[in-house]
């Protein structure tokens, strides 16, 4: 069989099956043109879910008859004047979207440049070029979309199906420029120059509104931005929905900001729950490749791990910080001293007595090597101070307030200025009992006979290329032969199917240059034993016990969410109360 060359409508057919997947790929790539072209204010309509008609209508520059000409040609740009790859500062630059959904529906160009004495009108199915009305920007039509290839028709979802997915391109698009007025179907608006707050609760919905925090973040070399938004770990999703991330001004669906962005949330939420952000990186361009696919939702960071760890600590102090935020902690005059002029604490000893734990969960305790710390006080044991006018004056300088009281063995009463404030006792004990673990090194054991993990040679690279990483976790680990890992210490109490994990691992460090699986399993670990070691739903508390509570939950990283991302707390105004009675 000799070789030919295909002519050129199956080259575009053949390329339009990788740029053009369904009507909300054409929507994505016209929609990106606009943007390019300097428009900021874009208008598309659909029919059918695209599959009958898509039109988009921008007010950019427009183009001259002879650009209009060139730009249903393949692999024809205006988005790369100086020939780099590396340096792409516009949302298109392959050349392909056009020609390729010309070859797959029957498209009609109107665009006029603002310059010539007329626009022009461009019908791709034949080529020809006539003088045009338009007088401003352009409009591109598709109509029929796959017609000329029936067998990629037939593969198209319901139009309610398709028309969800151009529905997510153009909120995507619309949340990575707030500074362009937005309008599809004449149904979803954004008006342009809208505040990105008020774009982000456009698209999330009215219910995040008030629970969203604010991420503004450098790294310490000024190589890396991070700003946006992301959800209190109290509000979250069943799917990662409502989760948009976008490099340069780009909305992508990449693997490494996901997985730092579920890495930032691992200590405050359920594994299967999804927080709701808006995040924007920023970074030199020619430190991430948007050349992947044609799709260009894929990236490629020169250095994965720095951005990880980057966002990972970014998000992390942000959360930290959400109980001063909450409580306005910073305003109150904080002693750090209880009622009873004592420093009281838990300590990581008087766990039995504080609970009644599950007999049946791990000792923990033996993965820890102990800590001396004189400081800490069994705040069990102290009796109930007879309160002076002084002492409970002095209760208001505390974020969470005045103990009142405990109200079903579960919930702690306080007061704090105009606000009740409710307290869950196993939620607030839960955070305090893991946040205390985290502190604590962890116990490695010896092995006399090394685990032996058989491993191919490139994997088992892969692996010892984060091996100091894993120390971290209490894991040492040489090469032990060509094809083959040894462990020589592992966390103490740690029995795991070593040869699933190890591969998991290698798997993720060649795909993302780092892996969370050690990580994520110490945390699920820590999890459980603080949970089932901390003060239970039912339990009787006296009144030192329950003001020391509130008092080490103040001092706590996260104290607003217990590591489940349960609330740790409400608060009530009083004013919110009266209107419960008709008191206002």
């Known amino acids: 069989m000799s070789v030919r060359v295909l002519p050129d409508f199956l080259i575009n057919q053949i390329a339009a099956g990788e740029v053009v997947e369904r009507p909300a790929s054409v929507v994505k790539e016209l929609i990106e043109n606009a943007l390019d072209a300097g428009a900021d204010q874009i208008m598309i309509d659909v029919v059918d879910g695209g599959r009958t008609s898509i039109s988009v209508v921008d007010n950019g520059s427009g183009m001259s008859r002879h650009d209009l000409e060139k730009s249903i040609m ?23 979207a056009l020609p390729s959904i010309a070859s797959v529906s029957d498209m009609i160009i109107d665009t006029c440049n603002g310059i010539e004495e007329n626009g022009w009108c461009l019908d791709c199915s034949t080529g020809d070029i006539k003088p045009s009305s338009w007088e401003n920007g352009t409009r591109i039509r598709v109509n029929n979309l796959f017609s000329k290839t ?42 342009k120059n809208q505040e990105i707050t008020e774009r982000i609760i456009s698209v999330m919905g009215d219910d995040v509104r008030g629970h969203m925090l604010t991420v503004d973040a450098i790294s310490s070399n000024a190589s890396l931005k991070l700003t946006g938004v992301i959800s209190e770990p109290t509000l979250r999703r069943a799917s990662s929905v409502d989760q948009y991330l976008f490099v340069n001004g780009r909305p992508v669906k990449d693997k490494v900001l996901f997985g730092a962005l579920r890495a930032a949330y691992m200590d405050v939420m359920h594994a299967r729950e999804f927080p709701l952000c808006a995040l924007y990186l920023d970074l030199d361009h020619r430190s991430v490749d948007v050349n992947v696919s044609p799709a260009k939702t894929e990236v490629h960071f020169l250095e994965p ?38 420093k009281i604490n838990f300590n990581l000893g008087d766990y039995s007595r504080v609970s009644s734990p599950n007999r049946n969960a ?24 007879d309160a002076t006018d002084s002492q409970i004056q002095n209760e208001g300088t505390f974020p969470l307030g005045r103990v009142i009281g405990q109200v079903g063995n579960k919930y702690i009463l306080s007061q704090s200025g105009e606000n009740l404030i409710i307290v869950d006792q196993h939620a607030a004990h839960e955070r305090i009992t893991y946040e205390r673990l985290r502190r604590y090194d962890i116990k490695r054991q010896p092995l006399l006979t090394p ?53 998991s691992i290698a798997d993720e460090v060649r795909e993302y240059g780092h892996s969370a699986q050690l990580s994520e399993r ?18 009787k508390l006296d009144y030192n016990q329950m003001d020391a509570l509130l008092r080490d939950i103040e001092k706590t990283n996260r104290g607003s969410e217990c590591n489940h991302g349960r609330p740790v707390y409400k608060i009530i105004p009083f004013a919110e109360i009266d209107g419960w009675f008709e008191r206002i």
């Open 74 to 96: 393949r692999h024809a740009t205006s988005k790369l004047p100086d020939d780099d790859l590396l340096n792409i500062n516009y949302m298109g630059f392959r050349g392909e």
């Open 150 to 191: 029936p067998a990629r028709l037939k593969f198209l979802r319901g139009d309610k199906s398709e028309m969800i997915s151009v529905l997510d391109v153009f909120k995507r698009l619309a949340m990575a420029r707030p500074d362009v007025g937005f309008v599809l179907n004449n149904k979803w608006r954004f008006p």
């Open 305 to 342: 791990v720095h951005v990880r760890n980057f966002m990972i600590k970014s998000l992390r102090d942000v959360l930290a910080k959400t109980l001063d935020e909450k409580t306005n902690m910073n305003s109150y005059c904080y002693t750090g001293q209880s009622i009873t002029n004592k």
């Open 362 to 385: 791990p000792d923990i305790a033996f993965m820890f090597k102990p800590v001396k710390d004189d400081s800490l006080e069994n705040f069990f044991e102290s009796e109930k101070p």
């Open 451 to 503: 685990i032996v993990i058989n491993i191919k040679s490139e994997d088992g690279e892969a692996i010892l290329s984060i091996s100091e990483e894993m120390k971290k976790s209490g894991l040492y680990i040489d090469a032990f032969g060509n094809d083959a890992i040894a462990i020589f210490e592992k966390p103490a109490d740690w029995d795991l199917n070593w040869d699933d994990l190890f591969h």
């Open 522 to 539: 110490l945390h699920l670990k820590l999890a459980n034993y603080a949970c089932h070691h901390s003060v239970r739903a039912g339990q």
